[in-house]
């Protein structure tokens, strides 16, 4: 059984940076595509970034946050982070992080089967 623990998470002012982190069990950690997903008051769940398993590389971001926000993964801890930068009160959500059934990019949350119970982030204006 598969675990997924986000940290991170909290209330910062406009302008402001936060990182998530993401620990995951199981051996296989490197394999899988990881994704941090979002999910505003009132709104469906969104993309937020993912990042390839050891054997494609790469990464992918959804539009409202490219270039502010950074996936990263390190395969020795188990861990992926969301470094978030020049944060908006549009970004106020709880952000999920997802393990991919395979290691490939993708943005669609159906391909996900592991969810970790996600961390509040929540920006002032």
């Known amino acids: 059984q598969v675990q997924l623990v986000e940290s991170g998470g909290g209330l910062v002012q406009a302008g402001g940076s936060l990182r998530l982190s993401c620990a995951a069990s199981g051996r296989t950690f490197s394999s899988y595509a990881m994704g941090w997903f979002r999910q505003a008051p009132g709104k469906e769940r969104e993309f937020v970034a993912a990042?390839?398993?050891?054997?494609?590389?790469?990464?992918n971001y959804g539009d409202s946050v490219k270039g502010r926000f950074t996936i990263s993964r390190d395969n020795a801890k188990n861990t992926v982070y969301l470094q978030m930068n020049s944060l908006k009160p549009e970004d106020t959500a709880v952000y999920y992080c997802?393990?991919?059934?395979?290691?490939?990019?993708?943005?669609?949350?159906?391909?996900?089967?592991?969810w970790g119970q996600g961390t509040q982030v929540t920006v002032s204006s």
């Open positions: 990042i390839s398993g050891s054997i494609w590389r790469g990464e």
């Open positions: 997802a393990r991919h059934s395979g290691g490939y990019l993708d943005r669609r949350e159906t391909n996900y089967g592991y």
